[in-house]
């Protein structure tokens, strides 16, 4: 059986429309006239290059006489001027389609510190669509929006690695078609401060799925931040990924995630020296991956992990955390329950979609009413209907060991299992499973009393 739900995607380019037949025969003689990333428009462009330095180990490696190796100042502030300063501009240009600051956000009581924004109009002015959730795995479809229908204004800069090992940044720089360039753009309807999309060789047409190489340059770009407030995330289809073109999503937002707060219990440690734990005390079950010998030790550890889902049909929801060197695997269900009706009405009624943003505790309301009842309890019961069962997370977990396994073979590691304990001190299995297991909750209204940000 074929599973649907009514989808009405995000808007997040100003192109995001459909093209007339009448309008895709003119492009293809004489251009869009849109100064879009496609063919018609692409020969002769040029745009920012940030070009970034490979590295073996995180920043914070030491040299040999236990000094901390001080890498030289780059030719530009990668966040704070490149990535929100270009975002700034963009938003002087009026290119956004609302202006997020604007947004009520609260940080809701409660022992994790769930964040609630309201953004009433972020789900208005969306073109209706047939969302298939049982496919992890689709093909690319050029007749649907993509993003190299995006126009270049939207683009905020190429991001390479480095050909002579040293970061370089070119104000202006021709955009190399044949080797298709990575390109980081402006979400015109964002849901937090400098929210932008990096997406992998943008030309090449890529559908929503993970790669090695494209996990890794997430990674580098979340070092290259250096700030555990900008933090990266990818969605799967299937997991309310909008767009069937890969990317990944980032922004800042200067406080912890209740994710980042969780109490964690070590699983295994691979051969590659990454630690994997679990996620204990959280409404959602997920795996952490932290540590390794190299950068590409830890990127390819949870590539092949999240490649192992994509081949087994189970959708995922990854946050990329702490400058790259923390990572949350959270495959999930709630597209599935939604389709099979197996939701509550009263949370359909919310029109969340929990995606790896709201699943890491950055819940966006679309009702004033839900932001004005927000309570932890609310958002632990929305975020425990996307969590799988204990039984399947145990399923899923078996598959995905078995995978990083392969990988750690083909290499030559040995990984060693380990029984940890806990990280901090939980509640008990017990507990949260009590949440868990309610698939229809009632809710319940929250109080006032919430720490308002400026």
């Known amino acids: ?58 920043k914070t490696e030491m040299g040999v006489h236990g000094h901390e190796v001080r890498e030289p100042e780059p030719p530009v502030a990668f966040l704070d001027s490149l990535v929100l300063g270009e975002w700034e ?3 002087q240009r009026g290119l956004f389609r609302y202006d997020v600051t604007a947004c009520e956000t609260k940080v809701i009581p409660g022992q994790y510190g769930f964040v609630a924004q ?14 298939r959730v049982d496919k992890v795995l689709q093909p690319f479809d050029g007749n649907k929006f993509n993003f190299t229908k995006v126009g270049q204004e939207e683009v905020l800069f190429q991001f390479e690695a480095s050909e002579d090992g040293e970061v370089q940044f070119h104000p202006s720089a021709p955009i190399d078609v044949e080797n298709s360039p990575s390109v980081v753009a402006i979400n015109v309807s964002p849901i937090e401060y400098g929210h932008v999309l990096l997406i992998p060789r943008v030309l090449e047409c890529l559908p929503q799925r993970i790669d090695r190489d494209s996990f890794l340059l997430a990674l580098y770009m979340a070092a290259e931040a250096g ?47 990454v630690k994997i734990s679990e996620l204990l005390n959280y409404p959602v079950r997920g795996l952490v991956f ?56 009263e949370l359909l009624d919310t029109q969340v979609n929990p995606a790896v943003w709201e699943i890491s505790g950055h819940m966006v309301l679309k009702r004033k009413k839900d932001y004005e009842e927000a309570s932890e309890e609310n958002a632990w019961r929305l975020l425990a209907e996307v969590s799988l069962s204990e039984e399947r997370y145990q399923e899923v977990n078996a598959l995905i060991f078995e995978a990083i396994a ?29 949440i868990n297991k309610n698939s229809c909750p009632a809710v319940v209204s929250g109080t006032p009393e919430c720490l308002v940000l400026q």
Do not use: W
């Open 406 to 434: 392969r990988g750690d073979d083909a290499n030559g590691g040995v990984a060693e299992s380990v029984i940890g304990e806990a990280d901090a001190k939980p509640k008990s299995r017990g507990e949260v499973d009590a």
């Open 290 to 345: 932290e540590g390794g010998n190299s950068l590409e030790d830890l990127s390819n550890t949870v590539s092949d992990a999240c490649i192992c889902l994509q081949e087994n049909n189970i959708p995922y929801n990854v946050l990329i955390a702490d400058c790259g060197k923390r990572i949350f695997l959270l495959p999930q269900c709630y597209a599935e329950k939604q389709a099979l009706g197996e939701v509550s009405s």
């Open 118 to 131: 309201l953004n009433e109009g972020r789900h208005l002015k969306k073109r209706p669509t047939e969302f």
């Open 1 to 58: 059986m074929m599973l649907r739900i009514k989808r009405v995607p995000t808007v997040v380019s100003n192109y995001q429309k459909d093209e007339t037949e009448e309008a895709a025969a003119a492009r293809r003689v004489s251009g869009c006239g849109r100064n879009c990333l496609n063919k018609c428009c692409i020969q002769g462009a040029k745009l920012p290059l940030y070009a970034f330095k490979r590295m073996n180990k995180f």
């Open 89 to 91: 501009d963009r938003v």
């Open 227 to 273: 700030n555990p407030y900008f933090r990266l995330g990818y969605n799967s289809l299937g997991a309310f990924a909008t767009i069937n073109h890969l990317h990944f999503q980032a922004y800042y937002m200067a406080l912890p995630f209740p994710i980042e707060k969780a109490p964690t219990k070590k699983i295994i440690s691979t051969g590659g020296g």
